[in-house]
Structure formats: structure tokens, C-alpha cells
């Protein structure tokens, strides 16, 4: 069992930057991708950014990519997830998401670990 505690949510002002970071309660010696997934008040849990095993493949969702950049402390089991530009519709509550395996994901499918989510608050 990998447990994931998500910090760095907070309120904020269109435009101002966060970093959320997502540390792994132990070490896996298991390949993994880590990535970010969000839920809006009212709105489905929809993906954000996933990074590759390895850190060199990342994705993202159209919405954030530009403004968006995930990255990992391989050595102590933690991805970050830095936010620019925010704006109003990235308030939601982020949660960090698990997968064995070291490709990165798109979508929820075959997620085996969920954190329990930081909110973001952006207002205008």
C-alpha cells in the first residue's frame, strides 16, 4: 500500500503561481508514473499532468499545458506540480494519482493509489 499526501493548495489571485507537491508514504522499487488530477465543484475529476517513470515523458491536458509543469524528486518518491497564469476555472481540489508501470497516464483507468486532494481557490 502507497499512501500519497498532497500539500501546497491554497487561495490565490488570477495570475499568481502555486506549486503542489505529492510525497509517497514509503519507498516503491517498482516502476511508476505519478501525475495530477482535479474535480470542480459540480464538474467530473478530470486529468491534469502525468510524468513517465523515468521523468522524461510528460503530459498534459490541453487546459493547462503552457502554464502547467510537472516534475519529480525521484530519490524521495515526490512530484511537484507548478502552476503559472492561474486562472479562475483551475479552482478545483487537486489530487495526486499512482500507477504502477512507467508510462504515463491520461486518464483514470488502472490508477492503483489517489491522495486526498489540496483545494486551489483562484479568484478573479
Known amino acids: 500500500q502507497v499512501q500519497l499526501e498532497e500539500s501546497g493548495g491554497g487561495s490565490v489571485q488570477a495570475g499568481d503561481s502555486l506549486r503542489l507537491s505529492c510525497a509517497a508514504s514509503?519507498?516503491?522499487?517498482?516502476?511508476?508514473?505519478m501525475g495530477w488530477f482535479r474535480q470542480a465543484p459540480g464538474k467530473e475529476r478530470e486529468f491534469v499532468a502525468a510524468?513517465?517513470?523515468?521523468?522524461?515523458?510528460?503530459v498534459y491536458a490541453d487546459s493547462v499545458r503552457g502554464r502547467f509543469t510537472i516534475s519529480r524528486h525521484s530519490a524521495v518518491d515526490t512530484v511537484y506540480l507548478r502552476m503559472n497564469s492561474l486562472k479562475p476555472e483551475d479552482t478545483a481540489v487537486y489530487y495526486c494519482?499512482?500507477?504502477?508501470?512507467?508510462?504515463?497516464?491520461?486518464?483514470?483507468?488502472?490508477?492503483?493509489?489517489w491522495g486526498k486532494g489540496t483545494l486551489v481557490t483562484v479568484s478573479s
Open positions: 514509503r519507498r516503491t522499487f517498482s516502476t511508476y508514473a
Open positions: 510524468l513517465s517513470w523515468s521523468g522524461d515523458t510528460t
Open positions: 494519482a499512482f500507477r504502477y508501470g512507467g508510462v504515463p497516464f491520461r486518464n483514470s483507468g488502472g490508477i492503483d493509489f
